[in-house]
């Protein structure tokens, strides 16, 4: 099946549990070749989605080289000074991951000529350049994740690649095909060691935001679904106000960068984890205090005009008993910290 009639077969994006409003938007905009930035706070899948999307790519014959070739239509010079081998590859297989950082260089995503080759081949020549990550993602999905993390320089280094689908390598004039779909994302309330994203470079883009799980349900559902489980039980009512102390903390007016998803994965495994070290076959309200600092302390920020009076353990602790105190189920077994 073609990548077109996988979008639109029933439910494409399989990982991704709610979010409706969002895959309907990525749906639309990879119909019309689109490609997307995902803009969302960490740990609400915005990896798993892009993921979801190679998926989705029909398989393919390709050279068998690092580039994904084109039998018809080579783009390495590996492939255009020999003939190669052919094999099928899935869309997963295509699936390249590039990670926003202050250090990365156009030369990491585009390429470089090397220049003990252009001697030998002169400047201008295929065989002198050695293709960057972006060419590993042909026929494919170039994920790149916080890509406001990226110096101004990288991101113009792309500008022509996503405009016209190749690539011109500085004063040279090598011009090699880039034949992919670009998912980027960032995270709206970083600040640190991060880039404004030029106008002009958000003009190659549509965005679409993510979110935290609408409902404590849902976030419930999601951490049964990914969370790693160990041989205890772990009753309902009390998963449920676990969940219910993250969500909180997310809504909490002191707070200002919110625990994750990830976050509640954590609790989730931590207390299971703390009730088989203490030789029981269920969890208790003690097991899920006992991993609240560990897992939450360095996922919060709080406001400055709280952070100077008290540190993220000693807030923590205040909220959790006082959560505790307003739920009796969770404080059973001495479930206070």
Do not use: W
Not at 127 to 153: H, M, Q, Y
Not at 307 to 328: A, C, G, I, M, R
Request: hydrophobic share 35%; charged share 30%; proline share 6%.
């Amino acid at each position: 099946m073609s990548f077109k009639d996988n979008l639109l077969g029933k439910n494409p994006f399989p990982d991704i549990l709610g979010q409706e409003t969002t895959k309907e938007q990525i749906k639309s905009a990879l119909l019309t070749g689109r490609h997307v930035l995902i803009v969302g706070p960490p740990g609400v899948g915005k990896t798993t989605l892009a993921k979801n999307i190679a998926g989705l790519l029909p398989e393919i014959i390709v050279n068998d080289c690092t580039y994904h070739c084109d039998p018809k239509n080579p783009l390495c010079p590996e492939c255009r000074t020999q003939k190669q081998k052919t094999k099928k590859v899935e869309g997963t297989e295509r699936f390249i991951r590039v990670q926003g950082s202050p250090d990365l260089t156009a030369e990491d995503l585009i390429g470089d000529i090397d220049p003990i080759k252009a001697l030998k081949f002169g400047p201008a020549s295929i065989e002198a350049f050695t293709p960057g990550k972006i060419f590993r993602a042909n026929n494919g999905v170039l994920f790149f994740d916080e890509v406001n993390r990226c110096p101004e320089k990288v991101q113009n280094s792309l500008l022509q690649v996503l405009e016209e689908g190749k690539a011109t390598l500085g004063s040279y004039t090598v011009d090699l095909p880039a034949n992919f779909i670009l998912i980027g994302t960032m995270n709206p309330e970083e600040t640190a060691a991060v880039e404004k994203l030029s106008d002009v470079f958000m003009d190659r883009f549509d965005v679409v935001h993510m979110s935290y799980p609408d409902t404590l349900e849902l976030e419930k559902k999601i951490v049964l679904d990914k969370g790693e489980k160990l041989e205890v039980s772990f009753d309902d009512k009390l998963l449920i106000l676990t969940t219910g102390f993250i969500r909180e903390l997310r809504t909490n007016k002191d707070v200002m960068k919110k625990p994750s998803v990830r976050a509640t994965l954590g609790l989730y495994e931590r207390a299971q984890a703390n009730a088989v070290l203490d030789g029981r076959k269920s969890v208790k309200g003690v097991d899920v205090a006992k991993a609240v600092i560990s897992v939450l302390s360095h996922r919060i920020t709080l406001k400055p005009s709280v952070k100077y009076l008290q540190t993220n353990e000693e807030f923590l602790k205040k909220v959790f008993e006082e959560y505790s105190k307003d739920h009796p189920e969770i404080a059973e077994g001495d479930g206070y910290l």
